[in-house]
């Protein structure tokens, strides 16, 4: 089956440790983005992707890094720098095309997310 | 900026009735997504929206682009319980030449009394 998955699917870290989420989708996407979001914060982007061996920072990237060597995989380090880490992660990808606004390039498709606790 | 004002921020509805969630902002957006996320889960595409005035239906739900291409409606008929979860719309926004990211609302939360 197609589609992007997440792990582990919980996480529990203690304070000062970095940690990696894994992201990988056989989607044959392009573009892959990390989110987080918060009780009533809504979505807020962290990294996104949109080709290999490229990131840009999102609105939120303080104490967190990505990278991507490869198509398939957008890894997220959660680092000792960032002084919240207590929340739920979302792993998105898309296709990229031209004409980005006006079609269905924009549509993002989700993983099944990684609730990261740290004590 | 490319903001979106999603309201309401949580409904509690008895089974059966139908509901109504809008998005709206200040800028226009060429395209409406409205997702739908199960607790504990990643958001899931219910409806994407790419003409202005455009009326779009997916079983009980239907998702209408604002004229204005200012706002956006989502509305469930005849709700169930499985219908609870959390609303988002989402539009996009330039990043930057042909690239776009999309911005969200902070989600409709939706409870069903059975």
């Known amino acids: 089956d197609g589609g992007i998955t997440q792990s582990p699917k919980y996480l529990f870290r203690k304070e000062g440790q970095n940690v990696t989420l894994s992201c990988e989708q056989n989607l044959n996407h392009d573009a892959m983005y990390w989110y987080r979001q918060d009780p009533g914060q809504g979505l807020r982007l962290i990294y996104y992707s949109q080709i290999v061996n490229d990131f840009q920072k999102g609105d939120i990237a303080e104490g967190y890094s990505v990278s991507r060597e490869k198509k398939e995989s957008f890894p997220l380090t959660v680092t000792s720098a960032q002084k919240n880490p207590t929340a739920f992660y979302l792993c998105?990808?898309?296709?990229?095309?031209?004409?980005?606004?006006?079609?269905?390039?924009?549509?993002?498709?989700f993983g099944p997310g990684t609730r990261l606790t740290v004590l | 900026g490319q903001q979106l004002n999603q309201s309401p921020q949580s409904m509690f509805i008895q089974e059966g009735e139908d509901v109504s969630m809008n998005c709206t902002s200040s800028s226009i957006f060429n395209t409406w997504l409205w997702y739908k996320q199960d607790p504990g889960e990643g958001p899931v595409l219910l409806i994407a929206l790419y003409k202005a005035g455009e009326l779009t239906s997916n079983g009980r739900l239907t998702a209408q682009f604002g004229i204005t291409r200012k706002d956006s409606f989502l509305n469930i008929s005849a709700s169930i319980p499985s219908d609870v979860g959390i609303y988002f719309c989402a539009g996009p926004i330039n990043s930057g030449g042909s690239n776009y990211k999309l911005t969200f609302g902070k989600g409709t939360l939706l409870t069903v009394n059975p």
């Open positions: 998105a990808s898309s296709i990229v095309g031209g004409l980005a606004a006006l079609s269905s390039y924009n549509e993002q498709f």
